[in-house]
């Protein structure tokens, strides 16, 4: 039975008996219920959870927004909220590893947490930051330098998305090859975004720039494209790489 034979139904089948995922640890997602634009309740934090299990996953680090004065998430909130969740697992029954940092925007509030030390971190000392979709960061370099000064280990989320990048190359190279780390989101590899986000994350694949993979799930909405996502040539490409996911 194909993995579109249900897509129909309530709840549509996302793996094959025969399907093997290479990659055991998922990494970006946004699963911490009511905190930012991801999952609204726990009802939907389980959802993806169960559907990640069906899909071979065995652990996962979910990241929420820390965005300035929008999403003013920390510790404070992202701990208790990973417990609530960890709960229910254990209710449900499902095998999952949940562990919990989160995904920071570079603006000016970063740079104050930076010297405060005040990071969620997940790995070995690393932490995920994005950037602004439409225009790269002023403060993006002294962001980065600052991080790696203070012992954190930056990740780059979903380069490929920013356009900005995609029309001058040489930036991923300058980063790249400054010791930042890259994490390609797994919907990019099948055109979810756009034919040209595509197009750059097979790129970033081609020149072997990219350290991590992630869904950057939201809700259960997402499930069947990860499933697609997780058959599709790219994601057979990016496993061929040196990824850092099954060490996380």
């Known amino acids: 039975m194909g993995i579109f034979s249900s897509l129909f139904t309530s709840k549509p089948k996302l793996a094959d008996a025969d399907f093997v995922n290479p990659i055991t640890t998922e990494f970006h997602s946004h699963l911490i219920p009511a905190i930012d634009d991801g999952v609204k309740n726990i009802e939907e934090s389980i959802a993806v959870l169960r559907g990640f299990s069906e899909l071979g996953y065995k652990k996962v680090i979910t990241t929420p927004h820390i965005m300035g004065d929008f999403y003013?998430?920390?510790?404070?909130?992202?701990?208790?909220?990973?417990?609530?969740?960890r709960k229910r697992l254990v209710e449900?029954?499902?095998p999952i590893v949940l562990e919990a940092a989160a995904?920071?925007?570079?603006?000016?509030?970063?740079?104050?947490?930076?010297?405060?030390?005040q990071l969620l971190?997940?790995?070995?000392?690393y932490v995920l930051v994005e950037l602004a979709f439409n225009e790269e960061p002023r403060n993006l370099k002294n962001v980065l330098f600052n991080l790696r000064v203070n012992g954190y280990k930056p990740v780059l989320a979903h380069p490929e998305r920013y356009s900005y990048m995609a029309m001058q190359k040489d930036k991923y190279e300058e980063l790249f090859q400054s010791?930042?780390?890259?994490?390609?989101?797994?919907?990019?590899?099948?055109?979810?975004?756009?034919?040209?986000?595509?197009?750059t994350a097979e790129y970033l694949i081609e020149k072997k720039m990219v350290n991590m993979i992630g869904s950057d799930t939201h809700g259960p909405r997402h499930l069947v494209p990860l499933s697609e996502a997780l058959r599709s040539k790219n994601y057979q490409n990016i496993c061929k790489l040196k990824l850092l996911n099954n060490e996380l």
């Not at 003013?72 to 969740?85: A, T, Y």
């Not at 010791?179 to 197009?199: D, E, R, T």
């Open 72 to 85: 003013k998430n920390g510790p404070e909130n992202i701990l208790p909220g990973l417990e609530l969740v």
């Open 92 to 94: 449900e029954n499902i």
């Open 103 to 117: 995904e920071y925007l570079i603006d000016d509030v970063l740079e104050e947490k930076i010297e405060a030390k």
């Open 121 to 125: 971190t997940f790995g070995n000392n």
């Open 179 to 199: 010791g930042i780390l890259f994490q390609i989101n797994m919907f990019s590899l099948i055109g979810y975004y756009s034919p040209q986000v595509q197009k």
